[in-house]
């Protein structure tokens, strides 16, 4: 059992940026491939970016790329995703995720085991 916890999330002005965190427990975070993804009001659950188990592979989808970092750090079992250049568009609840599946399956939502609750990003224009 992987419990997630998200944290990072708030009010930023278009153009600014943002970090957010996801904490996972439990001692078996590095043999999960992490990814985070995003919903907004009226839409489906969108992937945004997931990153390998040892942080060497990462994927985005394409409104992230150039403007948006996921890594992760397995001592502090942390997963992270920065966002610069904050666009409107970006205003969604984010959540990180887990899969015991290669990280090349992770742009899948139903590849995921593990979910966290989500943290608000608004991005005002």
């Known amino acids: 059992q992987v419990q997630l916890v998200e944290s990072g999330g708030g009010l930023v002005q278009a153009g600014g940026s943002l970090r957010l965190s996801c904490a996972a427990s439990g001692r078996t975070f590095s043999t999960y491939a992490m990814g985070w993804f995003r919903q907004a009001p009226g839409k489906e659950r969108e992937f945004v970016a997931v990153?390998?188990?040892?942080?060497?592979?990462?994927y985005y989808t394409d409104s992230a790329k150039g403007r948006f970092t996921i890594s992760r750090d397995n001592a502090k079992n942390t997963v992270y995703l920065q966002m610069n250049s904050l666009k409107f568009e970006d205003t969604a609840v984010y959540y990180c995720?887990?899969?015991?599946?290669?990280?090349?399956?992770?742009?899948?939502?139903?590849?995921?085991?593990?979910w966290g609750q989500g943290t608000q990003v608004t991005v005002s224009s």
């Open positions: 990153i390998s188990r040892t942080g060497v592979n990462t």
């Open positions: 995720a887990a899969t015991a599946s290669p990280y090349y399956h992770g742009r899948y939502y139903n590849a995921y085991d593990y």
